[in-house]
Nanobody
Framework: QVQLRESGGGLVQDGGSLRLSCAAFGRTFDSYAMGWFRQAPGKEREFVAGVTWSGRTTTYTDSMKGRFTISRDNAKKTVYLQMNMLKAEDTAVYYC??????????????????WGQGTQVTVSS
């Protein structure tokens, strides 16, 4: 089992950057694939990015390619989401999630067994 805790959210101006962190608590973090999702008010939760257990393979939603970067540090049991060129439409609560399928990097909620509580990102225009 793994517990997840996000941090790093906040208020940023249009065009700015933020780095989100997701700390994992549990003994087997490096066996999990990790993902980031987000949910804006009145909208469904959407997939942002995913990374395999080793960090070698990543996947992004098209609208975030080139702006967002997912990475992980297994020694620190942490996964990151670097977000650049932020836009007002990126405003959402961002969640990290863990999948026991070590090589899974896709968008299906059902493949991620563990979820954090989320961190708010607000981009002002």
């Amino acid at each position: 089992q793994v517990q997840l805790r996000e941090s790093g959210g906040g208020l940023v101006q249009d065009g700015g950057s933020l780095r989100l962190s997701c700390a994992a608590f549990g003994r087997t973090f490096d066996s999990y694939a990790m993902g980031w999702f987000r949910q804006a008010p009145g909208k469904e939760r959407e997939f942002v990015a995913g990374v395999t257990w080793s960090g070698r393979t990543t996947t992004y939603t098209d609208s975030m390619k080139g702006r967002f970067t997912i990475s992980r540090d297994n020694a620190k049991k942490t996964v990151y989401l670097q977000m650049n060129m932020l836009k007002a439409e990126d405003t959402a609560v961002y969640y990290c999630a863990a999948s026991s399928r070590s090589y899974y990097t896709g968008p299906l909620y059902s493949e991620y067994e563990y979820w954090g509580q989320g961190t708010q990102v607000t981009v002002s225009s």
